[in-house]
């Protein structure tokens, strides 16, 4: 590797290092796993500690789209516009698993999936997820951003 | 008046235009046939002894492969009517087939009868002739099918509306 390649290198990693903790996540909350974004959220298990406490309500100040809860097939088009209009990087997890599968609304009105939409970088299951598992895939979803893996 | 006293009055009044009636635990129903229907609901409505002032719900049955009923029609049509003046109650219902799937609307009667005919044509398919804005209430319109009658597949996948990726 060349010298130049070792500064692209580090630049990029300190770049990655300063965008796992500065996350604006935008909640795009249509359910009951609402609930326990919220409790992650406030001050008990506190993702403040993770650099994402500050949501923000508009997709154009957001890196990381938060789907909480069912999408239904009428609520799929708003969800796709919501993610067009945020700006690169971007992020998206899929909360609960209504948002992974569809969970067990297998019926006619529900979207099996949010990835059948938008592409999904990080699954988080449950139903609702637990915090301790919210917490879990925010991580991972940190080691994904400070990797460089972002599509653009 | 007590429930059965409606049920005698009514059928002093329409005759063989009421086809069955029965009661559970108090509650009583009469099945008119659908050329009486509105004519019926309407003498409900402003008869002062009936009074029935308010439509609580109206709502569909498909009888599709129902003990019993698999040669009958298809579907049933169910009033629930409550009188606030006397404090009494009726259930109407009124039984259509499958390839005659119609029923004249009860939106003069009770303007609320708009949405909830426009629920019933959303998930059963049943249209109402008169109805002056019959779309579906809750789907969307590239909705193909009726997911509440008994025929419909519980994994039937309907398309994706909107963009794309």
Known sequence: MGLGGFFTSKLDSAIGWARKYSIFQYPFVTACCGMEYMATACSHYDIDRFGAGLPRFSPRQADVLFVVGTISHKMAPVLKRVYDQMTEPKWVVAFGVCTCTGGFYDNYATVQGIDTIIPVDVYIPGCPPRPESVIDGLMKLQD????????? | MTGSDIVAA???RFGSAIVET????????IVVLREALIEALRHGRDAGALAF?????LTAVDYLKFPGREDGPRFEVVYHLYSIRHNHRLRVKVRVEEDDAVVPT????????DWLEREVWDMFGIRFEGHPDLRRLLLYEEFVGHPLRKDYPINRRQPLIGPKI
């Open chain 2, 22 to 29: 029965h009661d559970q635990h108090g509650d009583h129903t």
């Open chain 1, 144 to 152: 994904k951003i400070a990797a460089g893996a972002q599509r653009y």
């Open chain 2, 106 to 113: 009860a939106v003069p009667l009770w303007p609320i009868a």
């Open chain 2, 53 to 57: 002032d308010m439509l609580c719900d």
């Open chain 2, 10 to 12: 009514l059928q002093q």
